[in-house]
């Protein structure tokens, strides 16, 4: 009789079952004395418990941007969390360049930020606000603006009174700002 396994996603290194163990997902290729694939995600990264759904995500599209992380003294912070060719998981909150100065766009927990904000020399105060007009970017939308200036799709916001409209967003003229478009 074939064991029953809670199936996850596919292993993006050799294509097979990523499966939920005690500890976490392991690639159904890792196991055994001589297994033929690395990857194994722990349940708890940065002193987070992971959601099935979101190991799922981060298989299909080796990156996902979650809010939630703790360091040791418990301060929380966002990141993107990718998965690297070799199966390690990396912090990576670094998602662009910066239109306005060409500085790191950082992830924030309520804006992507320019890493020069704080600069002595050159600040700068380019950021994209996580939630715009009830749209709370994807990672996808935000790397977009960052690499063309403008998102790909109409985004579905909303008014105060609850009625719904469709606008790009883009970075303004000055590249300071995010706009409507
Ligand atoms: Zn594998
Ligand atoms: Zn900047």
């Given at each position: 009789m074939e064991t029953e396994k809670k199936i996850i996603g596919r292993c993006p290194l050799c294509g097979g079952n990523v499966v939920k163990?005690?500890?976490g997902y392991r690639c159904?290729?890792?196991l055994g004395d001589h297994p033929s694939c690395a990857l194994n995600i722990n349940g708890i990264i940065g002193n987070r418990k992971m959601k099935?759904?979101?190991i799922t995500e981060l298989l299909e599209k080796r990156h996902i941007l979650l809010d939630g992380f703790a360091t040791k003294e418990g301060r929380m912070f966002p990141t993107v969390l990718e998965l690297a060719d070799d199966g390690s998981i990396n912090m990576q909150p670094v998602i662009g360049k910066c239109p306005h100065?060409?500085?790191d766009i950082l992830?924030?927990?309520r804006a992507f930020n320019c890493s020069n904000y704080a600069s002595q020399t050159a600040p700068?105060?380019?950021a994209i606000w996580r939630n715009i007009g009830g749209h709370q970017l994807t990672l996808d939308e935000a790397k977009t603006l960052c690499e063309n200036g403008i998102t790909g799709?109409?985004?579905e916001m909303y008014r105060d009174d609850g009625s719904i409209y469709r606008k790009r967003l883009g970075v303004s003229p000055d590249k300071l700002q995010i706009i409507k478009v």
């Open positions: 163990t005690c500890k159904e290729h890792n099935d759904a979101e100065c060409g500085g992830v924030g927990s700068c105060s380019f799709n109409e985004l």
